[in-house]
């Protein structure tokens, strides 16, 4: 590949290749033809793509695929059913057993799943939860990290996207080791800091028995971005990119910071979990006025409930959710909702302090019915907010 703002391996995009004809007349003969020249760069631009993809390749298994499923099998002592279950589970199209698209780093792979499988006595169901666990959140970061690469690489060399996106595939063998040592550290530290909350909630609740009931309680929260629709409607990829890492970015340091944990972003809206109302709270206020007294203001609005919910796939579940989230679509520009019943917890609560409810007349809400809406405050604010709608 040509050189770009001298970048090894990178492309500009904008250049035209030999041949281009600048004389040529529109709809003339020469427009509609290839030259050799031109078909011979398309061939070396192809040829120089494979090489590098075979290159990194080489860097993130070991090999180039050669095997196929009969392969693995033979290598893992199992079947090649077991070898494609496990592929389809990692979360990748279906291959016919005889397509070589495996190496001894799958066989590996699947060596240790296997034998998770054995020493920890799992369930069939079990198992696939775990591979498609770690699929999805690998599918996931690769693609954030990507993209922030070439993000990077548009920044910091003044690139286009395709040339950004170039140059990260021909450079990600340099970052492959740390990028790996940075999620294995991230893993380790949540999963311990989970195994503390774990064991924190697991002290509190006791060995009481809640039968079918949903097993934890935790405080819900939802902010999302008044007009967010009519807002990003005609931005373009530069403006809309910015407002949604802005959003993203900042929502996730208010969230983590004051001690809760980010469910999800959507885009326009980030859902978040507390082990205490206190901390929801908290954040929901903080995240508000962050957003309010910005370099660019954003308008929000949102709602918290407290209950009981079921955490599955990394999400959370249940009628607390739903009810949070519908009451964050009640809630205007501005306003922090919660239920009768979340603020009953919230007065009673040891450290909850500095705010105040008032109640709004009932609303229907799809899916629920009829609910009693509070507009939440802090001491001091001023009242008097619209109805909810």
Known sequence: MDDVNGLPGSVDAGTDGPGAGAGDAPGSAAEDAVSPAVAQDAVEAADEGRRTLERQTLALLGE???????????????SAARVLQFWRALGFAGEPASSRVFTHADADALRSALTLLEKAELSEGAFRTL?????????????????????????????????????????ID????????????????????????????????????????????????????????????????????????????????????LGARVVKTLGDGVMFVSDDLGTCLAVAFALRDTFREGAVPIQVHGA????????????????????????????????????????????????????????????????????????LRRTGEPGGAPDVE
């Open 64 to 78: 180039l695929p050669r095997l196929d499923a009969y392969d693995v099998a033979r290598l893992v002592g199992t």
């Open 304 to 375: 918290l409930t407290w209950g009981r919910v079921l955490s599955r796939s990394g999400d959370v579940y249940g009628p607390t959710v739903n009810l949070a989230a519908r009451l964050a679509d009640l809630a205007h520009a501005g306003q922090l909702l919660t239920d009768e019943v979340t603020w009953a917890v919230a007065e009673h609560e040891p450290g909850i302090e500095g705010f105040v409810a008032e109640a709004l007349p009932p609303a229907q809400v799809h899916g629920i019915g009829a609910v009693s809406p509070y507009l």
């Open 174 to 257: 340099q970052t492959i080791d740390a990028l790996v040592a940075l999620q294995s550290h991230a893993w380790r530290r949540h999963l311990l800091a989970l195994l503390t909350r774990t064991e924190r909630s697991v002290g509190r609740a006791g060995m009481a028995d809640l039968g079918d009931e949903l097993p934890l309680e935790r405080a819900i929260g939802f902010i999302d971005v008044v007009s967010y629709t009519q807002r990003t409607a005609h931005l373009g990829a530069a403006e809309l990119s910015a407002l949604v890492q802005e959003f993203d970015g900042r929502a996730r340091d208010v969230v983590t910071e």
């Open 131 to 171: 591979i498609r666990a770690a699929a999805h959140s690998a599918d996931r970061l690769s693609l954030w990290q990507v993209e922030a690469l070439v993000e990077d690489a548009e920044r910091r060399y003044v690139l286009d996207n395709v040339s950004a996106r170039l140059v990260v595939l021909d450079t």
